[in-house]
């Protein structure tokens, strides 16, 4: 799991080097699937992320504003904040806390309960599949995107098979 968030930050980094390459109109413009723009995908994954690690510790999650984010670097500002506090929860992770869980009322009033190891899992699914919607546009663009390869990135641990 550890090696899964590792990736994550890993990739989200290159992305942000290669939005570099791009006017900021082009990081907001409007487009099909996602959050409908680079830019706002992007922040939506740190959101995300940053959002479940504080709801199933039981602490306090307020919503950001895009509005207030919606340039590269200010993007990347939050990500940086939100990212030491999601990366102190992630290097602390282990066995015990995989089927702890977690409950919540949706705004349907339905009541769902998860473990947290289903939780950590849906985070770094969910940073994966966005990232894939960036790979699509980065063609419609006729740019190379960032490579999804997990090998070759240095991220296993080779004395602990169990990071999965």
């Known amino acids: 799991m550890k090696m899964f968030f ?14 570099e390459e791009l006017p900021e109109e082009e990081l907001l413009r409007q487009r099909t699937g996602g959050m409908e723009s680079i830019l ?10 940053w959002s479940w690690i504080r709801q199933i510790q039981g602490k306090p999650d307020f919503q950001e504003d895009f509005e207030k984010f919606s340039s590269l670097e200010k993007v990347r500002q939050l990500d940086a904040r939100f990212k030491e506090e999601v990366e102190g929860f992630v290097n602390n992770w282990d ?3 995989e089927s702890r869980l977690f409950t919540e009322t949706l705004p349907d009033g339905r009541v769902v309960t998860d473990t ?6 849906h985070i770094i699914a969910h940073e994966i599949h966005h ?7 980065s063609r419609e663009l006729g740019k190379k995107p960032i490579s999804a390869n997990v090998i070759g ?11 999965i």
């Open 40 to 49: 706002k995908t992007l922040f939506h994954i740190v959101d995300v992320e």
């Open 131 to 137: 990232i894939g919607q960036l790979s699509i546009w």
């Open 116 to 121: 947290w190891g289903e939780i950590v899992r």
């Open 6 to 19: 590792r990736y994550n930050w890993m990739v989200r980094e290159e992305w942000y080097k290669w939005c």
């Open 153 to 163: 990135r240095g991220l296993a641990d080779k004395g602990n098979q169990s990071l």
């Open 95 to 97: 066995a015990s806390m």
